[in-house]
Nanobody
């Protein structure tokens, strides 16, 4: 059984920073695709960042490139999302997700292409990020 637990959310002013963490328990080594989604009230869920494979190939949504950094610490079974220069439009509930996929393209699809048919099966409960102007 795989469980994901996020932490690190909170309230910050625009321009501030937060680091989200996601601890993965159970079969961590098999999860070669991990990422972060977010969902704001009244909006659809969107992929934010993903990391794939042993070399840690990363992918980002255009809206967060240059501001967010995804990383993982395999010794701690933990996924991170460092968020800098936060904007009010980043306000959302953030979820981490994980799964095993065949290749980086499928990892990208699972995060950023809703029509790809790729679904990461394991999810956390979410952590709220609120950015005030």
């Amino acid at each position: 059984q795989v469980q994901l637990v996020e932490s690190g959310g909170g309230s910050v002013q625009a321009g501030g920073s937060l680091t989200l963490s996601c601890v993965v328990s159970g079969y961590y080594a098999r999860m070669n695709c991990m990422g972060w989604f977010r969902q704001a009230p009244g909006k659809e869920r969107e992929g934010v960042a993903a990391i794939y494979g042993r070399y840690g190939t990363t992918y980002y949504a255009d809206s967060v490139k240059g501001r967010f950094t995804i990383s993982q610490d395999n010794a701690k079974n933990t996924l991170y999302l460092q968020m800098n220069n936060l904007k009010p439009e980043d306000t959302a509930k953030f979820y981490c997700a994980a799964g095993a996929v065949l290749d980086g393209g499928r990892c990208y699809g699972g995060l950023f292409v809703p029509t790809s048919g790729v679904r990461l099966p394991y999810w956390g409960q979410g952590t709220q990020v609120t950015v005030s102007s």
